[in-house]
């Protein structure tokens, strides 16, 4: 009778020294196109889905995932190699725990402030809700309709933790107004954050910090604390927990990775 073959053709790369994947956040989900890879000198050959190439992330992300990636390469075990992860994760976590204590406001915005581009006309978007059109809305108050005319439009802002309850989106506030008049700032802040009364107008005392934690600890539980629970290792950064809804204690390795691959020369 006739004889079927199934081919499937393949490309092997490398050899190289290491290969980082990190971790979903959700059970039984798992993140495509995200990966490091590393030639035998150290250095990255590739690098492919992180926050660090992607437009509009917060610098204090990027900068930690630039910092960390090297890291990876320490120690002669597990434990020494996440051990050297976390003393910059840990870093960047106590920056904001602290509050962003000994820096100044400039470099503290360029930490945490976001950008966004207005891809239409500000009155396209109609009743459409969200943090860059609100930031534009927002900006438009106090400089002006002429400032929003067009596309285009680049809005720089920071999350409040007023109102408190209040969506993300009613949260945001212009970056701008802290560097505008006294007078204009203070009106419109107490207007954004519901504060009739309010006295402090300090940046640090506005922020949502608990926000940005969340923001820079969900990168964390991707990149060390999950992938070190997989591999059976004590969470190396305790200021960081994994995510509630994921039991990992049940998982080990052999359970998680059953699928044998066998290559065949020919």
Request: proline share 4%; hydrophobic share 40%; net charge positive.
């Amino acid at each position: 009778g006739d004889v079927y073959k199934r081919q499937v053709h393949g490309e092997i790369d490398g050899p190289y020294k290491a290969m980082i994947i990190p971790s979903a956040r959700e059970e039984g989900k798992v993140l495509k196109k995200r990966y490091a890879v590393f030639n035998l000198n150290g250095k990255i050959a590739e690098i492919k889905g992180f926050e660090l190439k992607r437009r509009g992330e917060l610098k204090i992300i990027k900068i930690f995932q630039q910092e960390i990636f090297s890291k990876y390469l320490e120690g002669t075990t597990l434990e020494e190699c996440y051990q050297a992860c976390a003393q910059v994760a840990r870093r960047w976590v106590q920056v904001l725990t602290n509050q962003g204590y000994g820096l100044e406001d400039e470099e503290l915005i360029d930490y945490i402030g976001e950008s966004r581009v207005l891809s239409k006309s500000l009155s396209e978007y109609n009743e459409q809700k969200g943090v860059a059109i609100n930031s534009a809305k927002r900006l438009s108050e106090f400089l002006g309709q002429d400032v929003i005319q067009g596309k285009g439009l680049n809005c720089h802002f920071i999350i409040s933790k007023r109102p408190f309850g209040a969506a993300v989106n009613e949260r945001v506030i212009p970056i701008s107004i802290f560097s505008t008049d006294d007078v204009v700032k203070k009106k419109f802040l107490r207007k954004w954050l519901k504060e009739p009364n309010l006295q402090d107008f300090d940046m640090k005392s506005i922020l949502d910090w608990d926000y940005y934690i969340e923001r820079l600890g969900n990168t964390i539980q991707k990149l060390i604390v999950i992938p070190a629970a997989l591999q059976s290792v004590s969470n190396p950064v305790p200021e960081v927990k994994p995510p509630e809804s994921v039991s990992y204690t049940h998982l080990t390795l052999p359970t998680i990775y059953s699928v044998q691959i066998s290559v065949v020369a020919v």
